[in-house]
Antibody, heavy 117, light 109 residues
Framework: QVHLQESGPGLVKPSETLSLTCTVS????????WNWIRQSPGKGLEWIAY???????KYNPSLKSRVTMSVDTSKNQISLRLNSVTAADTALYYC???????????WGQGTLVTVSS | QSALTQPRSVSGSPGQSVTISCTGT?????????VSWYQQHPGRAPKLMIY???QRPSGVPDRFSGSKSGNTASLTISGLQTDDDADYYC?????????FGGGTKLTVL
C-alpha cells in the first residue's frame, strides 16, 4: 500500500510562495499520476494539479498562472509551488496518487497551510 | 471553472436507500465515463468509493453503486448504515483537468 506524507510550512505570508512536498513510500513513483487537492476550512475539495513522472503536468485553469508541480524520482517526492498567495489559499492540502482522470486511490493525511501576516 | 452541482444535503434512515446527484456539463460529466465518488468523514482524508462511473475499488461494499445519464451522474447507497454518515464528493475528468462537486452531507437518521 502506497503511503503519502505531505510536509511544508504551516504559515505563509500574503504575496509569498507556498511550497509543499509529498513523500511517497511503499510504491513506485512511476506507477501513478500525482495530484494535489486542497480543502478550505469547512468547504469542499478543489483539484489543483497533477504530474506524471515523465513530466506531464496539468493544472486547474483557475490556478494555472500561479502553480508549478515537479517530481524528484531520486527522492520519491512530488512538490507543489503556489505563488502570490492570499488568505483564499488557506486550506488543507492533500497529496494523492492515482490517475489523470480523477481516480485517486491513495491519499495523504493532508497538511494545513494558513496564509496570514 | 465552476464546481459540479450536488445537493447540499440528503438524509435517510438505516436500511433505506439514498441517491446523490452530480450535475456537470457536456464538457465534463457528459463527455467522459470518468466520474468518481469520494466519501469523507470529519477529520479524515477522502476515500475513493466509485470510479469510472460504475466501478467499485476492492473493499468497497456493493451497497454503493454509480450511474450516469447525460450530464448527470448519481451515487446510490442502499441499506444505509450509520457509518455511511459522511460527506460525499463527485469528481469528473474534463479533458485537460479534473473537477470536483461541491459536496453532499449525508445524514443517517
Amino acid at each position: 500500500q502506497v503511503h503519502l506524507q505531505e510536509s511544508g510550512p504551516g504559515l505563509v505570508k500574503p504575496s509569498e510562495t507556498l511550497s509543499l512536498t509529498c513523500t511517497v513510500s511503499g510504491g513506485s513513483i512511476s506507477s501513478y499520476y500525482w495530484n494535489w487537492i486542497r480543502q478550505s476550512p469547512g468547504k469542499g475539495l478543489e483539484w489543483i494539479a497533477y504530474i506524471h513522472y515523465s513530466g506531464t503536468t496539468k493544472y486547474n485553469p483557475s490556478l494555472k498562472s500561479r502553480v508549478t508541480m515537479s517530481v524528484d524520482t531520486s527522492k520519491n517526492q512530488i512538490s507543489l509551488r503556489l505563488n502570490s498567495v492570499t488568505a483564499a489559499d488557506t486550506a488543507l492540502y492533500y497529496c494523492s496518487g492515482g490517475y489523470y482522470n480523477g481516480k485517486l486511490d491513495n491519499w495523504g493525511q493532508g497538511t494545513l497551510v494558513t496564509v496570514s501576516s | 471553472q465552476s464546481a459540479l452541482t450536488q445537493p447540499r444535503s440528503v438524509s435517510g434512515s438505516p436500511g433505506q436507500s439514498v441517491t446523490i446527484s452530480c450535475t456537470g456539463t457536456s464538457s465534463d460529466v457528459g463527455a467522459y465515463d470518468f466520474v468518481s465518488w469520494y466519501q469523507q468523514h470529519p477529520g479524515r482524508a477522502p476515500k475513493l468509493m466509485i470510479y469510472d462511473v460504475t466501478q467499485r475499488p476492492s473493499g468497497v461494499p456493493d451497497r454503493f453503486s454509480g450511474s450516469k445519464s447525460g450530464n448527470t451522474a448519481s451515487l446510490t447507497i442502499s441499506g444505509l448504515q450509520t457509518d455511511d454518515d459522511a460527506d460525499y464528493y463527485c469528481c469528473s475528468y474534463a479533458g485537460t483537468h479534473t473537477i470536483f462537486g461541491g459536496g453532499t452531507k449525508l445524514t443517517v437518521l
